[in-house]
């Protein structure tokens, strides 16, 4: 069993002797072969499904290694301004921490379902009258003033204990792969899988970085335009993101490893998401699935090299969004109580 990434990685990050070792078991996720969509792209494709960590996402790598920082250097609490996974994750580790946690959110742009999991882990939950921008100015001051821990992607420890997942990934496969397809919002994760693969790289645990594909949605892709974006909208909530905090960093990782970013359109990635759970028997979040639709169009464009080693990095689980899924997906078939009824349809 997983003893969390602390315990596994310690050694690999900037822990102290005063550092508490938390974990929820994060880390340690399957990387599961996606033998059908292999066959479809001529290609050795794996998934690396972050979804099944203790909160469904990757933030749990980065947050385990946030709040134990926070509390290694004596905060009282945490703040985050998110609607989203990382709230969802703060809350939890605060939980298991002993500490409060404050999630702020724009007034009126309060989907409630989304913070069902901040809720439930007994985060408090502060509704502002303002917009994200202003809500982040105002997380920001509460951990300057009050010795409250900020875990916004604004905090380093986060991209640290995210590079564990490169780590995972090279000890499974005994090398990196040719390639990484991995979903980019604020542009921190595709920047800590650099890290952690250079940080492998100089140890030599494995052979090169691999060619990093960072896939943003059409409709929110500040990388691909090379220009921020106002108005970023998809139906990928968790890649909604018009200015990425981590874009200097993500820019490099990409061209040293002569990758690309690329986009893909709202109706590509829900496409994508029932082509992995139908073919494969994966549920990811829409933003995870942005990797699978690259694949796709890639291969359309013959621009997909046969027999390479693609890893997607499957960010979040798609039970966090039912919603999202059913815009796509077919209805239930509803019949009478009838034997002839269900025969019928069974023999279709
Ligand atoms: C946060 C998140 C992303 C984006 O990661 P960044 O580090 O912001 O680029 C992608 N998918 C899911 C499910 C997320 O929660």
Excluded at 216 to 233: L, R, Y
Excluded at 333 to 339: K, M
Aim: proline share 5%; charged share 20%; glycine share 10%.
């Amino acid at each position: 069993m997983s003893n969390g990434i602390l315990n596994k990685y310690g050694s690999l990050l900037p822990l102290t002797e005063k550092t508490p070792r938390l974990s929820l078991c994060e880390g340690d996720t399957p990387l599961i072969p996606l033998k059908n969509i292999s066959n479809d792209l001529e290609i050795k494709a794996y998934a690396k499904f972050d979804g099944l960590n203790p909160t469904g996402s990757f933030k749990d790598r980065g947050m385990v290694m946030a709040v134990s920082k926070a509390l290694e250097e004596g905060a009282k609490a945490v703040i985050c301004a998110s609607t989203g996974n990382t709230s969802a994750s703060a809350a939890a580790y605060s939980a298991h921490a002993g500490i409060p946690c404050f999630v702020l959110l724009p007034a009126g742009n309060v989907a409630l379902g989304k913070l069902a999991q901040a809720l439930i882990y007994g985060a408090r939950v502060i509704a502002i009258k303002g917009n994200f921008d202003r809500v982040l100015e105002l997380a920001r001051q509460a951990s300057g003033d009050m010795g409250i821990a900020i875990v916004n992607s604004v905090n380093p420890y986060r991209l640290w204990g995210q590079r564990s997942a490169s780590w995972e990934i090279c000890d499974e496969l005994g090398d990196s792969p040719d390639w990484l397809v991995i979903p980019v919002g604020n542009a921190g994760n595709i920047s800590a899988y650099y890290d952690g693969f250079d940080q492998y790289l100089g140890m030599g645990k494995c052979s090169s970085i691999p060619r990093l594909i960072g896939v943003q949605a059409e409709g929110a892709a500040p990388m691909v335009k090379g220009c921020m974006i106002s108005d970023p909208e998809t139906v990928a909530t968790a890649i909604r993101i018009g200015c990425p905090v981590s874009h200097l960093k993500a820019s490099n990782a990409v061209k040293q490893t002569e990758g690309r970013f690329l986009s893909v359109s709202d109706e590509e990635i829900l496409q994508a998401q029932i082509y992995l759970a139908g073919r494969d028997g994966i549920f990811a979040e829409p933003a995870s699935c942005t990797t699978i639709a690259s694949l796709v169009k890639l291969k359309k464009l013959h621009s997909l090299p046969v027999g390479i080693k693609v890893v997607c990095v499957l960010t979040g689980n798609g039970l966090k969004d039912p919603d999202t899924a059913l815009l796509k997906a077919p209805s239930p078939i509803e019949i009478n109580a009838e034997w002839e009824s269900l025969r019928e349809v069974l023999q279709q």
